[in-house]
């Protein structure tokens, strides 16, 4: 575990050092930078843009909007498959599965298409609604669902309980780790997603923060050390949420492989 970590955290580290001057590129390459190299100007180049706060909060809204949908599509999808019974849900649930193995930038294309054609490139709309679909939360809402006994369903409904008030008032409580997971796995994957964005956000006032970063590192030459920086940046609200809930994470990775 020792030589994993740090096999883990050492490109974290070289990032980081690079970021505030380290010669990585040199003669032998530096892991830390010397004290003439030592500065934080790179982190200000990002920070004082004319467009880093246009980032931020598009990036807010593109990760806090995709999280919002794909949990209440999981959820609902989820019960669906682990608490109705109905013709070819075997086969819906292995569909699930085989599309968990599709790499998602494989439909990037056709999705764009389909967004030109209703006129949603460059919009909020556009950026979140195709990315709310998600095999894998369906599957770990599916398996969470499948642990909790069928009794409190059935008695909340002789208490005269509708369906909807079933499942986000009743059973969603009871798979709660497995949700405090898939909202935190979520949120920062889209916070750090670059692919989709670079494909539908064509003006520079859609951009998110990863996507205005990588734009700073252009020029007649790549800006590595900008580019650093921006990437420190990027990970302080990811590394802050994982630290925060990393118990939650574990507790909802053990949930969701339990069956019933």
Request: aromatic share 16%; glycine share 8%; with cysteine.
């Amino acid at each position: 575990m020792l030589v994993t970590g740090v096999l883990y955290l050492y490109p974290l580290f070289i990032v980081i050092t690079t970021s505030l001057g380290a010669n990585i590129f040199g003669r032998p390459p530096e892991i830390t930078p010397s004290l003439s190299e030592f500065t934080f100007s790179n982190f200000g180049k990002i920070l004082f843009n004319a467009g880093f706060n246009i980032w931020i909060v598009n990036s807010t809204i593109y990760a806090s909007g995709i999280t919002a949908g794909m949990i209440v599509l999981a959820t609902l999808t989820g019960y669906v498959l682990s608490k109705m019974d109905f013709r070819g849900r075997a086969q819906l649930f292995w569909l699930t599965l085989v599309m968990m193995m599709i790499p998602s930038i494989v439909m990037y294309l056709p999705l764009y298409l389909t967004l030109a054609k209703l006129r949603l490139v460059d919009t909020y709309l556009g950026m979140i609604l195709p990315m709310i679909g998600s095999p894998f939360c369906v599957f770990l809402f599916k398996q969470s669902f499948d642990s909790i006994p069928k009794d409190y369903e059935e008695a909340a409904l002789v208490d005269g309980a509708g369906k909807l008030y079933v499942i986000f008032r009743v059973m969603l409580p009871m798979i709660r780790p497995t949700l405090i997971t898939l909202t935190i796995l979520e949120f920062v994957w889209n916070w750090n997603n670059f692919s989709w964005p670079l494909f539908v956000a064509t003006s520079s006032n859609m951009w998110n923060l990863a996507l205005g970063i990588w734009s700073m590192g252009w020029g007649y030459s790549m800006k590595f050390y900008v580019v650093a920086a921006g990437s420190v940046i990027l990970l302080i609200v990811p590394m802050i949420i994982l630290f925060v809930a990393s118990e939650s994470i574990f507790k909802g990775i053990v949930t969701g492989g339990l069956k019933k």
